[in-house]
């Protein structure tokens, strides 16, 4: 079977140019992110997640806000 395979020309790896072929942007870690969110969503778990991780974000806000106000006084 692998002796009669075949590329196609022109698809090959060794054909890639640089300035004609779009390369993927996305880096290991957007996948990983985006399938733990596909995960998430599909086991309906993401509302709690992201209310979590909103007052996270809300508690982290505050201590900036208090700390840049003793940074200036």
Known sequence: MIANYSCVSGKK???FAS????VA?????ALIAGGVGATAAKTRIILPIILVLLAFL???L???IVGLGFLKS
Do not use: H
């Open 13 to 15: 790896y060794t054909d």
């Open 25 to 29: 942007t996305v880096g290991l870690g």
């Open 58 to 60: 809300k508690k982290l």
């Open 62 to 64: 505050i201590f900036l």
């Open 19 to 22: 300035s004609q072929d779009r």
